[in-house]
């Protein structure tokens, strides 16, 4: 009769040490911040990486999403003959919520696979401790820069998002369903508010922390050889893409709760 207990105990004790030496792990590494030095090469390198070569599939996303949204809405609102709320919806969702989360997604699957993998490679291979011997700091060396570029480019990748999956949602309003240019666009201007923007770019800070930690965290400790590699970079793919989803209502909760 117990055992089923004692496995639920194990695994939550399990759970808990797994999250204790995640957060240990963040902490260490946002404290190399405040030290020198600071390895500026390695830090545009992963910047670069992420905010230039993901731009791509992030813009192609947000674009198809937001015709894809003005498009939906359109059928649905036209049975009460809301058409005009169209706009409206399309930049609410595209700003506070598709933006964010499609385009961290997005990164997450290539970028959080891409650092799991290198950083994993680097373990089995034993250049972590190679660097250790050199008087290397593994953490300051590898970690801190893609965590520091993964704040700052999410944002700049979800502001794009932002543009481009509402220029789709215009794109489809006033070719295909019948919008007046001007009109659709002084309806999107004067419906968007502030927070709308920053809550977005809020949770597009948050998230790129959370892509880059999960990839950095996965590759440090995978062992095993190829076979470990390929599971550090399948969970951290995984991982980055459950936490983003669940934090991403707890953010909405905090900006737009009543």
């Known amino acids: 009769m117990l055992n089923p207990v004692a ?29 020198p030095p600071f390895y500026a090469r390695q830090f545009l390198r992963h910047l670069a990486e992420i905010a230039y070569f993901s731009l791509p599939v992030v813009a192609l996303t947000a674009i198809f999403t937001g015709m894809v949204l003005a498009l939906q809405s359109y059928t649905g609102f036209v049975r009460f ?21 499609i385009a961290s997604l997005m990164v997450a699957g290539r970028i959080g696979a891409s ?33 520091l570029a993964g704040v700052i480019a999410l944002p700049f990748l979800v502001a794009v998002a932002d543009i481009l999956g509402v220029m ?25 508010e502030v927070i709308d923007v920053v809550s977005g770019l809020v949770k597009a800070a948050v998230f790129g922390f959370v892509i880059t ?32 989803l669940a934090l991403d209502y707890v953010l909405t909760e905090m900006f737009f709760a009543q």
């Open 7 to 35: 496995a639920i105990g194990r695994a939550v004790l399990s759970a808990c040490r797994e999250v204790g030496a995640l957060v240990l792990f963040a902490l260490e590494a946002l404290s190399h911040l405040l030290r």
């Open 81 to 101: 003959n809301a058409e005009g709320a169209v706009a409206n919806v399309v930049v609410l969702s595209i700003t506070r919520e598709l933006g964010p989360v």
């Open 115 to 147: 650092f799991a993998a290198e950083i994993g490679t680097m373990r089995v291979t034993d250049q972590i401790d190679a660097l250790t011997t050199l008087s290397t700091n593994p953490m300051k060396y590898l970690v801190t820069p893609r965590l």
């Open 168 to 192: 789709g949602g215009w794109l489809i309003g006033t070719t295909k369903l019948g919008f007046n240019s001007a009109g659709y666009l002084k309806a999107t201007l004067d419906f968007l």
């Open 213 to 244: 930690l999960m990839g950095c965290w996965c590759g440090y400790y995978s062992k095993g050889g190829a076979q470990g590699v390929g599971a550090a970079t399948t969970m951290a793919v995984v991982s980055s893409s459950i936490l983003i």
